[in-house]
Structures are given as C-alpha cells and as structure tokens.
C-alpha cells in the first residue's frame, strides 16, 4: 500500500491556452481551465476522459514538458514552473515521462543498450562499464536477457517495446512519472503485464505515478485515487473505490455506467451521452458539460459550478450538489437511477 504523505507534485489553477488555428477565429481555445491537483508521494493518481479533453496536456505540465499559461507547478513543496536551465536539467532526473506509442518514443536508429544508456550518459552517471551493467539489470527487470541490448527497437513486440520505454524512464531512478495512456495501444493480454509491472516497479522504488488514460478499467486497476476530466477542467476527484461506486457527476455517471457492473454499484443504467465534445472555443462560462448534460438547467449555462463536498475526499463540480439546489431533493442516486439508454 502506498505511504501517503504531504504532495509530492501540485498543480494549482494551471491554464493552457492556444492561439486559434483558423484566421477566421479571434478567440483562443483554453485547453486547459483552472486545473489544481495534489498527487501524494507514492499514489497513483489516475486522470481520466475522453480524448481531446487536456488530460495529456495537464500530464505534460505536470512533468515540465509544457509550460503552462497560467498557474503554478510544485514540486516538494517548491514553485518549479519557471525554473530553467541547470535546475530544469536536475529535476529532469526526478520527474519522468512515458509516452502511450513506444515506437515512437524509441529513436529507430539505437539499439536498446543504447537507448537505455543515454540517459545515464547524457547525465554523466557512472562509467561505459557501469552504465552497461546497469542497462543489463535493467533488461532482466523487465524479463528480458541481455541480448536484447543489440536488438532495435522494430525487432521487438509491442508490449517489449513499452517496457523498454518505460525501464528508460526509469534510468535515473525518478521519483514521479508521468504515464500517458502506456497501455491503450497494447493488446489486452499485454496490458495486464504491462500494468502488473508498473505496479511492482512502484512497490520497488517508491514511485509516485500520474496515469492518465480514457479507459476506465484500466484506471480503475492501477489508480489509488482517480480525478475525471472534461473539457479542460476537473469535475470530480475521489478515492478509486469510492468514485466507481457512488459516482457524482453527470458525466463521471455516463463514464462508470459504460463498463461493466462488477466495477460500479451493481445494478446499474447505462446513460448515454449524446455527441461530442463542444468545441471549447464555443463555450464561454457556465458548466463546460452543460450542452451534454441531460440535467442542465438556467444556472448551468450562467455558471461555473463550484466543488461540493460528496464524502471526505471525494468532491465534485456540479450545480446539483450545491447546498440551494440540495434543497430542491436533487440527490445523487435518484439522477443516476433515472438515467436511461443503452451505453455510452
Ligand atoms: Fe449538468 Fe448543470 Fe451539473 Fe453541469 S452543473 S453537470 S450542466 S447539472
């Protein structure tokens, strides 16, 4: 079980921001809106949505691949958002990165011993005869031998493949990473491995993971807590076991709803969720799910719920968890016992 302590990584009120793509747009797309999330030393926090929601920019925040347009990023308690330089190159070697597609983060052109190596390298740590026997323990960690070292990366499988991207993050023996959707372009048997492996290497050392992905059972397996995003902001935050049971939401309902009941509450309704997502140039103020949401009513579209306390721990961003709007009998079951359809 994870040691929970102070956070080790904050994010508070992050923003991300993009010019418009198209000259007949003025306005730019907030990707991200206002995100603040504690991750404690040796949880897995998970961060789930659809795509297009800001989870993989909010992961790339959060390992100081992208600058925010607003907010701050800590690190151990210290503002780290616009430390530069040497400092940057330190941190580097505590907050790490893996990418969902392997073969895309593996340089084609390097063996395995060498991709595994550079990182040691590049950080001046140990000599060629260190670094290689490091690499080796490595490749055994992860079951395979060390004739791997001369292989490429397109000799090996999928799932091979991604265990090297993730023993590479590894190689400064990091204390947080980053793992963004790393198992969603695997086959599901692989997967299982793949997840079993990340949740022994963090038994090993420590680790402190964000595990971001739009699968629900995936995240449902591996996560300690799990935050649910939409449209750039987070609605609902909760304890694993407790945001699959009662989840609060509209939208996290529609999500948990989807997968199969043993996960969730039992007897459940599917709910279905009708379109895509809004175009977040479109929406201005109010509650980004509002032009989803079959409960939205006048105040959704005015304003930008606030949280609400559903149980220690566990909060959400909905008008209907309000105190006033409580008043008026709304409660949680009876909106997730009267939602109908046939899936998500
Ligand atoms: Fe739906 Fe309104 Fe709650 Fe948003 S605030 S989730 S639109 S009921």
Redesign the pocket.
Known sequence: MPSYEAPLVELKRIEKSYAPRTATRSRKVRAVRGVSLSIRRGETLGLVGESGCGKSTVGRIAARLLEPSGGTLHYQGTDITNVRGKTLRRLRQHIQYVFQDPYASLNPRFTIGRLLEEPLKYNRIGNRRERQREVVEMLERIGLDAAYKDRYPHELSGGQRQRVGIVRALMLNPEFVVLDEPVSALDVSVQAQILNLLKSLQDERSLTYLFISHDLNVVHYISDRVAVMYLGSIVEIADVHDLYERPS???TQALVSSIPAERGAGKRESVILSGDLPDPAALIGG?P??TR?R???DR?AAEM?DWSEVAEGHAVR???WNEEQAGTDVRQTEIFASAGGTGL
């Open positions: 939401h509209p939208y509650c799910f509002r949401c409960h939205a009513f959704c719920p909905c008008h209907l």
